[in-house]
């Protein structure tokens, strides 16, 4: 029930992250390559990122992919919350928020804890369908 529950909650999340994205690709473009790094980085991010978004809802929809979909998930939000972490540590002189839909009337500070809501969403997830969890594969832990 807990992972049922963690999927819906990280679909509401992904699902219109990732159509803004699609249906609003000049304007999330651009706000990629005004972001302060290397403009072939933006390149690269301004179709990897929807695609990735992209996988981890469909990873969400099937049963026996949802441990992939909670990692990436996971993986997702951690390299956007450190990225906003970083922000708000004052690496970037001014760094304009490419954020759609809802997050762009956050401040940088809600944005942090936004992302970080998520990503502990996404990291326990993962940790409850880990098959290393002593209950995870049948129950009892070997012993030798």
Not at 4 to 17: D, N, R
Not at 108 to 131: A, E, M, V
Request: charge should be positive; hydrophobic fraction near 55%; glycine fraction near 10%.
């Amino acid at each position: 029930m807990k992972i049922k529950i963690l999927t819906i909650v990280l679909l509401t999340l992904w699902i219109p992250v990732v159509l803004d994205k699609i249906i609003n690709f000049e304007v999330f473009k651009s706000g990629i390559f005004r972001q302060p790094f290397d403009d072939s980085y933006a390149q690269v991010l301004i179709y990897l990122l929807p695609f990735l978004e992209g996988v981890a809802v469909i990873f969400f929809l099937i049963p026996s992919l949802q441990r992939w979909a909670f990692a990436l998930s996971t993986l997702l939000m951690l390299a956007f919350t450190l990225y906003v972490g970083a922000a708000l540590a004052g690496a970037w002189e001014k760094l304009p928020c490419g954020c759609g839909s809802v997050l762009s009337g956050m401040t940088w500070k809600q944005h942090l804890f936004f992302n970080l809501f998520f990503l502990l969403l996404s990291g326990y997830g993962f940790y409850l369908l880990n098959p290393k969890r002593s209950g995870a594969a049948g129950g009892e832990t070997a012993e030798g």
